[in-house]
């Protein structure tokens, strides 16, 4: 299929919806990065090249030829996982974990671009054991050991709440392949039960943020004061919002990270409960799209693939949501298109590219013969 038709064939409502968010984003971060009274123009110009470069990368792998992408998904995972043993080998500490590759002026962290190949290995691997009756625990089993090798790695970086993403994609994705039901029950208990084990394997900072999270008062001044500052940030915009670059808590410094992981307490102190509800909305649009066009595919791996992308997206936006609210413990996830940073925004887009190149499954018709759904 050659270029034209390809774009004739773009959902360019994903497009749309990813550009619009990006768009808010490129504005909170300018608001969110200056010093009351002086300009935050650096880092918005590098968020505007992240953006652009993330364009670039959506078409990449939008004009990709059709199932090209499914051919490469083990190479793209064992990849991925390379880099995430060079990574624990020789990447760049900062903060105290060793997440970064250094490539000049830009940092690349790999276990977000793993976070997508996972998916890709996910769903290409239960496309080709997919069978009428549901999934079984022979299948299954190998799955969660696949999904284990990065998990380990990123944990060991240490980076837990990246790691957990990929639990939840794991979750995601067994439940739309169809696992069967017991084993869904089982996997649910077990993971129950390994809940006082994690606590056990733990860093100390770890059981902190935990910690803080059931009582932030605890230590308002230390692991309690980013919870603290970001909750005042979001309620003291109110109904209506302070009025864009009118926000006290992120010019004044008294929000740590006010870009990036707590991006959304900055938004919310400027545009209010009315603003955030239209955030919301969008991010809502997108994975609904996102879930929408997997159901519409018609190919099994385009089908598991965009319905894991979707889970991928909708884990970060809850996760950050509830964690910038003060609902769930600080573990570092970025909000989609919104937080400033390099690695996520290319990530995301690239992950956007991919759905979109599956869906365009959905406009040709597979006879019997060929995988398909309803095959």
């Avoid at 603003?275 to 595919?297: E, K, T």
Wanted: include cysteine.
């Amino acid at each position: 299929m050659r270029v034209r038709g390809k774009l004739a064939r773009l959902d360019w409502r994903l497009l749309l919806l990813a550009l619009v968010l990006c768009g808010v984003g490129l504005l909170n971060v300018y608001s969110g990065t200056r010093v009351f009274g002086t300009p935050g123009v650096p880092l918005f110009a590098k968020q505007l090249a992240w953006i652009l470069m993330g364009i670039a990368a959506f078409f990449t792998f939008y004009l990709m030829s059709d199932g090209f992408i499914e051919e490469i998904s083990w190479y793209v995972f064992w990849g991925a996982v390379a880099i995430l043993v060079v990574v624990l080998l020789a990447g760049k500490v900062r903060g105290g974990a060793q997440r970064w590759i250094s490539l000049g002026a830009f940092n690349f962290q790999p276990s977000e671009f793993a976070k997508v190949a996972v998916v890709l290995v996910l769903a290409r691997y239960f496309a080709d054991r997919y069978h009428y009756g549901g999934i079984g625990l022979a299948e299954t089993v190998p799955a969660i050991g696949l999904v284990g090798i990065p998990f380990l790695l990123v944990a060991l970086q240490p980076d837990l709440g990246t790691a957990g993403i990929f639990l939840i994609i794991l979750a995601g994705m067994i439940v739309i392949a169809c696992v069967k039901r017991k084993i869904l029950l089982v996997m649910g208990g077990a993971g129950a039960l390994a809940v006082p084990a994690l606590w056990l394997v733990m860093k100390d900072y770890q059981k902190q943020r935990v910690l803080t999270f059931l009582d932030p008062e605890r230590d308002p001044l230390g692991a309690g004061y980013h919870v603290i500052q970001s909750k005042i940030a979001v309620g003291s915009g109110g109904f209506f919002g302070k009025g864009y670059l009118r926000g006290t808590q992120g010019s004044l410094r008294f929000l740590p990270e006010q870009h990036t992981d707590f991006a959304f307490a900055v938004f919310a102190e400027e545009w209010g409960f009315i603003g955030g509800l239209v955030l919301v909305a969008l991010f809502l649009m997108l994975v609904y799209r996102c879930f929408y066009l997997g159901s519409q595919s018609q190919d099994r791996f385009a089908s598991f693939a965009c319905g894991g992308l979707a889970v991928y997206f909708l884990a970060h936006i809850v996760i950050n949501l509830a964690m910038v609210c003060g609902l769930f413990p600080v573990v570092g996830i970025p909000l989609p298109f919104v937080s400033y940073g390099g690695s996520s925004m290319l990530t995301n887009m690239m992950a956007l590219g991919i759905i979109a190149n599956l869906a365009r499954s959905r406009f040709t018709f597979q006879g019997a013969g060929e995988r398909s759904i309803g095959a």
